[in-house]
């Protein structure tokens, strides 16, 4: 096993940005037609414009199960059609799978999870509030508020993001801008995980 160097961070935006060390990866609308449930409102928006939906450092100490690697995430205000912006959401490759961490740093959000037999949980997100993601549970986060939702994250190294089963299957949850605030209401496309996980992507 490698002998990795102490070392911190200040979790600043700026300062993590900043950083050239780790991966920036951005995610717009055009990466996401498939994640928002409301088609006629992604390509009406994309019309118009192309806005960002949220972006990501990453920091890997290692790939491998005694190394833990952390990330910041900063998901934008706003909404397609009713649906408020969010991350992607995935699950844990089943040959990597382990729990992940999330801590809010600022804004204000829910984190959906749902299980691969079916259960779900929606956990109200606020700063200096800490969040477990299990093993075998996807985890997707939703910004709520009306400034960026930025939040710090820790997982195993060894753990791999399988994308496509979410994008596939979606949660069973929308999250939806209502009368009173945010709706968490049933998605009427929603595949049951267990028949899509791992599952080659359709044309395959």
């Known amino acids: 096993m490698a002998i990795r160097t102490p070392h911190s961070m200040l979790l600043e935006l700026s300062t993590v940005a900043a950083r050239t060390d780790g991966m920036h990866g951005v995610r717009h609308l055009s990466h996401m037609s498939r994640t928002f449930a409301n088609k006629c409102s992604v390509h009406e928006t994309l019309a118009r414009v192309d806005p960002l939906i949220y972006e990501y450092w990453e920091f890997a100490n290692g790939r491998d199960a005694s190394a833990l690697n952390y990330g910041l995430t900063r998901i934008t205000p706003g909404t397609i059609g009713r649906e408020y912006h969010m991350t992607r959401g995935h699950f844990h490759l089943s040959h990597s799978d382990a729990d992940e961490v999330y801590l809010v740093l600022q804004g204000a959000g829910l984190l959906l999870l749902q299980s691969s037999t079916g259960d779900s949980r929606v956990l109200e997100m606020r700063p200096q509030s800490m969040y477990l993601s299990p093993a075998g549970w996807a985890h997707r986060a939703v910004n709520c508020g ?18 496509e089963s979410v994008e596939r299957g979606g949660f069973p949850l929308l999250v939806v801008r209502g009368a009173n605030g945010p709706d968490a209401v049933a998605n009427p496309s929603f595949l049951d995980h267990e028949s899509v996980i791992g599952q080659p992507k359709p044309g395959s």
Do not use: R
């Open 146 to 163: 009306q400034e960026d939702l930025l939040f710090f994250a820790v997982w195993p190294g060894l753990v791999e993001g399988d994308y």
